[in-house]
């Protein structure tokens, strides 16, 4: 743990491409540390394809941190400061100093097994990494694998320890779009079937924002047949066939989308209504059996709407989700969890997504990457979603 003065914190991102790992971390590192002019940084984020050698990037990487707090995970693309990092290439570093934040870092694996414990356990390792004086303001970032387990179940976890007051923010790691294998980092080391956080302490507010830009093409619908992430029934019905009615076709519905492997979101999903109202996106696939799949299992006799999406409200989502949390002058970055279903939706338009999100962040510089599913959590326990942007300032 570190702790600094209440000034303003001091940020670099740098990002490293082409096929030799090693020259790929060190030109990334150096251009994230050139900023800080010898301070050493107190969080360094790491964000990584998957095709790199891993244990090479968390060791350069950590042969220049210090004493750093290290986190990250692997991608299906990054961006930064409004330039898009294609997916399949590329690592991206930040590194941060001051700004009067507390940092812990904690870790779980067995996240298949128990994802509940695995939250509890790994927020209640970062909490005690944070040290003993509790800071007046408090968030947690969260790293986890995003192929293993039930992710609502890892923040049920989680939110045993923080309670309803520390908001949650974060991504699912991801693989280039293959759903093979993902991985987090934590300090030096790749960790799968895990997850990690990092305890945010800090004098000034936290502001975690979420939001998707989905609307509803159907009439509320009783989930009454589910069997993991199967869907079996809506309303009694095959689920397959009121899926299907309920498709608002833009130039056609290309059903290719939804017979895809590796879980290739189309301009439709699934929303779980809440008790506010709002909705949860669970994205929806056809497996290669010809079921009906969810990426995260939704409850069984839960309510749900078919929903879909136009790239225009994706975008200006977007830029409301980093307008709302950017509301303090001495913001240095913007930690950005984007969904690479959203990307695959805006196709061409992802470029434009991430100059739009940069204007959006102001005077701090965005700092993100494409995920396989996002925490955002600021009320009540559910907060992991699909298809959606989350955001937190620092």
Not at 274 to 295: H, K
């Amino acid at each position: 743990m570190r702790a600094l003065s209440s000034n303003s914190a001091v940020s670099g991102v740098g990002t490293g491409s082409g096929a030799d790992t090693r020259l790929a971390a060190e030109a990334a590192v150096d251009e994230a540390f050139r900023p800080l002019a010898g301070q050493e940084p107190d969080l360094v984020l790491v964000y990584a394809s998957v095709r790199y050698d891993l244990p090479t990037v968390l060791k350069t990487v950590s042969a220049a941190a210090g004493s750093a707090v290290i986190a990250g995970a692997t991608t299906s693309g990054q961006f930064e400061g409004g330039r898009l990092i294609e997916p399949g290439d590329g690592i991206a570093v930040l590194a941060l100093a001051g700004g009067g934040y507390r940092f812990g870092l904690g870790h779980a694996t067995g996240v298949q097994a128990d994802a509940t414990r695995a939250g509890r356990a790994l927020a209640r390792a970062a909490l005690d990494a944070a040290g003993p004086v509790r800071s007046p303001h408090e968030a947690v970032l969260v790293f986890s694998d995003g192929l293993a387990g039930d992710q609502q179940e890892l923040l049920n976890g989680i939110h045993k320890v923080t309670g309803f007051q520390i908001p949650v923010v974060g991504g699912a790691a991801a693989d280039d779009r293959s759903l093979a294998e993902t991985f987090v980092f934590a300090g030096d080391r790749v960790l799968r079937d895990a997850a990690v956080a990092v305890w945010i302490g800090s004098d000034r507010p936290l502001r975690v924002a979420g939001g998707h830009g989905w609307r509803p093409t159907s009439l509320p619908l009783m989930l009454s047949g589910v069997d993991g992430q199967v869907v079996k029934e809506l309303g009694g019905r095959p689920a397959r066939e009121v899926f299907w009615e309920n498709f608002r076709p833009r130039g056609g519905v290309d059903t290719k989308l939804y017979k895809k492997a590796g879980g290739y979101h189309s301009e439709h999903a699934f929303g779980l209504i809440q008790p506010d109202g709002s909705l949860l996106i669970r994205g929806a696939f056809i497996d290669s059996d010809g079921n009906l799949r969810t990426f995260s299992p939704m409850p069984p006799y839960s309510a749900v709407q078919v929903v879909s999406c136009e790239p225009d409200d994706l975008l200006e989502v977007g830029e409301q989700v980093v307008d709302s949390v950017v509301r303090d002058e001495e913001a240095s970055v913007v930690l950005v969890f984007d969904c690479v279903a959203r990307l695959d939706i805006l196709g061409e338009r992802g470029h434009e997504e991430v100059r739009r999100l940069q204007t959006a962040a102001r005077g701090a510089r965005t700092f993100g990457y494409y995920t396989y599913g996002e925490f955002a959590r600021t009320t009540g326990v559910a907060g992991y979603h699909n298809a959606t942007i989350a955001a937190l300032a620092l």
